[in-house]
T-cell receptor
């Protein structure tokens, strides 16, 4: 069974501070995908990143960066110089990779971390 | 590309009535669609998975007779909540996986439908 743990339920930071959202996962699959989604108050999920388990390179996109550590089964997300618009619930998710015969991914979501950025 | 829409975006219905939620892939063909439910301040929980032209596969604990899913075409799936009760009030989100031109590993999420049963 797959499991995603986001131990931080809520985080508050002051604008311009850096903040790291933690994500720890469990899976028996040797290959899998990891995701981060942002859910603002409107409710719509916003895709942020997908990482293949083969690729342990860290990624940076603007103020966002992700640290994938396969050895510790973690996929942490850092926002640098946070802004009020970053306030949202952030979900980490995990999916298996369908086999060569096809199929589809079943995504397991973490419980989410609510980030509040205070001006 | 890869846009998924849901209709309605919000709906209020009376207890005992049925309500239908539509999920459409606007610019791609979706062989598989997923329905999730999200209670306030909680995570997304997969309810069922549907493949076009076949019966949906429901997750454990989800009543298939209460939550009817129809995936009649490659661009449309519907979720009907039958005999709705206040405890069915939730945020329902669909997602779709594509075919040619898109990675079949990607799920594209709709904007969600907020259901309130009074």
């Amino acid at each position: 069974a797959q499991k995603v743990t986001q131990a931080q339920t809520e985080i508050s930071v002051v604008e311009k501070e850096d903040v790291t959202l933690d994500c720890v996962y469990e899976t028996r699959d040797t290959t899998y995908y990891l995701f981060w989604y942002k859910q603002p108050p409107s409710g719509e999920l916003v895709f942020l990143i997908r990482r293949n388990s083969f690729d342990e390179q860290n990624e940076i996109s603007g103020r966002y960066s992700w640290n994938f550590q396969k050895s510790t089964s973690s996929f942490n997300f850092t926002i640098t110089a946070s802004q009020v618009v970053d306030s949202a619930v952030y979900f980490c998710a995990l999916s298996s990779i369908p086999g060569s015969s096809g199929g589809y991914q079943k995504v397991t979501f973490g419980t989410g971390t609510k980030l509040q950025v205070i001006p | 590309g890869a846009v998924v829409s849901q209709h309605p975006s919000w709906v209020i219905c009376k207890s005992g009535t049925s309500v239908k939620i539509e999920c459409r892939s606007l610019d791609f063909q979706a062989t598989t669609m997923f329905w999730y439910r999200q209670f306030p301040k909680q995570s997304l929980m997969l309810m069922a998975t549907s493949n076009e032209g076949s019966k949906a596969t429901y997750e454990q604990g989800v009543e298939k007779d209460k939550f009817l899913i129809n995936h009649a075409s490659l661009t449309l799936s519907t979720l009907t909540v039958t005999s709705a009760h206040p405890e069915d009030s939730s945020f329902y989100i669909c997602s779709a996986s594509g075919t040619s031109g898109l990675s079949s590993y990607e799920q594209y999420f709709g904007p969600g439908t907020r259901l309130t049963v009074t």
